[in-house]
């Protein structure tokens, strides 16, 4: 049986002395725990060996946490000195998927 995914990211990363790492990262849909709490699971292999379970106040919140979590690790990848790629070859664009973090937070913020 296939568990069910809210998000999937697969990227290349070229380390410093040339070896390709295959970078996937899976979130799985956040549920609702006994204490009120959402938790959606990050699994990023091979970057992580066990899945974290991250914790938001509902289940939008978790999975933006997870999401972020997920490219958190990817930029700390990056400023240790990998290149990352999309699975074509190309650069991934790691800047494009951060700018959502820290853009414009109101439509009055964007003019």
């Not at 998000?7 to 899976?26: F, Y």
């Not at 930029?75 to 494009?96: I, Q, V, W, Y």
Request: charged share 25%; proline share 5%.
């Amino acid at each position: 049986m296939v568990k069910a995914l809210a998000a999937m990211l697969d990227v290349v990363a070229i380390l410093e002395n040339g070896k390709r790492v295959e970078v996937s990262a899976t979130i799985r849909p956040p549920y609702e725990a006994e204490d009120g709490q959402w938790i959606a699971r990050v699994q990023v292999k091979p970057l992580r060996g066990a899945p974290l379970d991250v914790r938001g106040v509902d289940s939008f919140h978790a999975l933006w946490l997870a999401c972020s979590l997920v490219l958190k690790m990817l930029a700390e990848l990056k400023a240790s000195g990998a290149r990352l790629e999309s699975s074509d070859g190309s650069e991934f664009p790691l800047e494009g998927y951060l700018g959502g973090l820290t853009g414009p937070t109101s439509a009055s913020d964007r003019g």
